[in-house]
């Protein structure tokens, strides 16, 4: 993880609006993504409204606990992953 990246975090941890926010726009494309690829892996039919809610519900997970998960990211992909799948999968299962 960069310093930048750690920097980042500590002023989300610490509840720095604007780094919240800046943390939101540079995953945001990448959760966008895995919330797409994962429903496609499972065929399911999502419309935009689920993926908008999959999508929040990504966010609002990793704050939850007091930053619980948001202590655990190391600034890579297969966290948003690891967040994601189980979301989609839940998703899969109950309106697949």
Same mark, same amino acid.
């Given at each position: 993880?960069?310093? @930048?990246?750690?920097? !980042?975090?500590?002023?989300?941890?610490?509840?720095? #609006?604007? +780094?919240?926010?800046?943390?939101?726009?540079?995953?945001?494309?990448?959760?966008?993504?895995?919330?797409?690829?994962? !429903? +496609?892996?499972?065929?399911? #039919?999502?419309?935009?409204?689920?993926?908008?809610? !999959?999508?929040?519900?990504?966010?609002l997970s990793i704050?939850?606990?007091?930053?619980? @998960?948001?202590?655990?990211?190391?600034?890579? +992909?297969?966290?948003? !992953?690891?967040?994601?799948h189980p979301k989609g999968?839940?998703?899969?299962?109950?309106?697949?």
């Amino acid at each position: 993880m960069t310093e @930048k990246e750690k920097s !980042l975090l500590a002023g989300c941890i610490a509840g720095d #609006k604007a +780094a919240w926010d800046a943390f939101v726009l540079q995953y945001s494309a990448l959760v966008y993504h895995t919330i797409r690829m994962t !429903l +496609a892996l499972h065929h399911a #039919k999502a419309n935009h409204e689920t993926i908008e809610d !999959l999508y929040q519900e990504f966010f609002l997970s990793i704050l939850r606990d007091d930053f619980k @998960k948001l202590h655990q990211f190391r600034g890579s +992909a297969g966290f948003v !992953l690891g967040r994601v799948h189980p979301k989609g999968n839940s998703y899969f299962l109950n309106n697949g």
